[in-house]
């Protein structure tokens, strides 16, 4: 419909959640949005709505998308612990067996799942950067590759923003001579028939939404309280609009889809490797996720972190329902949610931005009417 109205399903026992949905567009705290969730594999819910543009003239439909920013980091970890379960990844190695020249300057012994898991103490660049270096991959990894790291790797949690994705990337890359982008739309996304994409074809973009940035004041990615406050390069929300930044991967930050797309691809791990009817790991393979690798004060975002292998976990400053339970959220507010102990997926994608990378009350209140429906 062209007025912006909410559109989509709930099965009747998710009446809640539609409500808190539409509650969100009417209040003005969304302008465009969509929320999926997944139970046992199954959609229950999949709803979209609002402007795709800050004017209001474009109505967001059934196939927006929209960049998602940082809940691209899941789309990376899954492909990463895909890569592991069939053998050719050993998260425990030394990064430099992958990617020899990585090992320079005192990263000889620091692990793929320290990459994994924001405590490689490689949380950004060392040299200034403009953000065009993040559409050159050679430049951006192998300057990674020469720099020392900025605390004792092992030591201490530091959200790794943007290098995250170029480091497990890089790896990727030297496993199986393909582009992280590229394993992923072939081998996970292309076959489950999911809209999400790292490195959006130009023939996509009049599908995608305009992001509206965050108050200037509310603007402090890679700025928080911590030690290392990295934000090198600068954080343009204006640059997603150009084809530059769609076209490039950028696996930590880049990515672009819709709720449906982010629940889908994520059913993959709250169903113990299956998702419509294939298998694309084993049970095992995606409980490594669960596997906490640090703990403590992020020394980036400052605040206390609890990091699985690519994920957050439960516990902490983000108490979860149920104990194996898996998360992570992109800066402006999409968030998605993994629990594997329910065997459901939670999704939200928006285009009016918060100034949080780590989600906000209109992802948890839905994540919130979820549960309450699932509990009763």
């Known amino acids: 419909m062209a007025d912006g109205s909410v559109q989509g399903f709930t099965h009747d026992r998710y009446a809640e959640v539609r409500k808190v949905f539409e509650d969100n567009l009417a209040s003005g705290a969304d302008l465009g949005a969509s929320f999926c969730a997944t139970l046992e594999g199954e959609t229950v819910v999949d709803l979209w709505g609002g402007f795709a543009d800050a004017a209001g003239t474009q109505p967001w439909v059934e196939d927006t998308i929209v960049n998602v920013y940082s809940t691209t980091k899941t789309m990376t970890a899954l492909t990463a612990l895909m890569v592991a379960d069939r053998g050719e990844l050993d998260f425990d190695a030394p990064v430099a067996k992958y990617w020899p020249e990585f090992a320079a300057n005192g990263k000889q012994d620091i692990k793929v799942s320290q990459l994994m898991s924001h405590s490689a103490g490689v949380s950004g660049w060392a040299l200034p950067a403009t953000g065009e270096m993040l559409y050159d991959w050679e430049r951006a990894t192998s300057l990674l590759a020469a720099q020392a790291p900025f605390w004792e790797p092992g030591s201490a949690p530091g959200y790794h923003a943007m290098s995250q994705?170029?480091?497990?990337?890089?790896?990727?890359?030297?496993?199986?001579?393909?582009?992280?982008?590229?394993?992923?739309?072939?081998?996970?996304?292309?076959?489950?028939?999911?809209?999400?994409?790292?490195?959006?074809?130009?023939?996509?973009?009049?599908?995608?939404?305009?992001?509206?940035?965050?108050?200037?004041?509310?603007?402090?990615?890679?700025?928080?309280?911590?030690?290392?406050?990295?934000?090198?390069?600068?954080?343009?929300?204006?640059?997603?609009?150009?084809?530059?930044?769609?076209?490039?991967?950028?696996?930590?930050?880049?990515?672009?889809?819709?709720?449906?797309?982010?629940?889908?691809?994520?059913?993959?791990?709250?169903?113990?490797?299956?998702?419509?009817?294939?298998?694309?790991?084993?049970?095992?393979?995606?409980?490594?996720?669960?596997?906490?690798?640090?703990?403590?004060?992020?020394?980036?975002?400052?605040?206390?972190?609890?990091?699985?292998?690519?994920?957050?976990?439960?516990?902490?400053?983000?108490?979860?329902?149920?104990?194996?339970?898996?998360?992570?959220?992109?800066?402006?507010?999409?968030?998605?949610?993994?629990?594997?102990?329910?065997?459901?997926?939670?999704?939200?994608?928006?285009?009016?931005?918060?100034?949080?990378?780590?989600?906000?009350?209109?992802?948890?209140?839905?994540?919130?009417?979820?549960?309450?429906?699932?509990?009763?």
């Open 165 to 376: 994705g170029f480091l497990v990337g890089e790896v990727i890359r030297r496993i199986t001579g393909k582009s992280l982008g590229t394993v992923f739309r072939e081998e996970i996304a292309g076959p489950l028939g999911a809209d999400f994409h790292i490195g959006l074809p130009a023939s996509e973009d009049h599908r995608v939404a305009e992001l509206i940035p965050p108050p200037p004041a509310d603007a402090s990615i890679g700025e928080g309280s911590g030690t290392y406050k990295i934000n090198n390069p600068p954080i343009d929300v204006s640059a997603t609009r150009t084809r530059e930044w769609r076209g490039a991967e950028i696996p930590a930050a880049g990515g672009t889809g819709n709720a449906r797309s982010v629940a889908l691809v994520q059913s993959i791990l709250a169903n113990g490797g299956v998702a419509k009817g294939r298998r694309f790991l084993s049970e095992a393979g995606c409980r490594k996720a669960l596997e906490l690798q640090i703990e403590g004060k992020d020394l980036v975002l400052g605040i206390p972190v609890r990091y699985g292998m690519g994920f957050g976990l439960a516990g902490g400053m983000v108490p979860l329902p149920n104990p194996n339970t898996i998360y992570w959220g992109g800066y402006g507010g999409s968030l998605v949610i993994i629990d594997m102990d329910a065997h459901t997926t939670f999704a939200y994608a928006m285009n009016r931005m918060a100034g949080t990378t780590t989600g906000d009350m209109r992802a948890f209140s839905l994540a919130m009417a979820m549960w309450g429906a699932l509990a009763a």
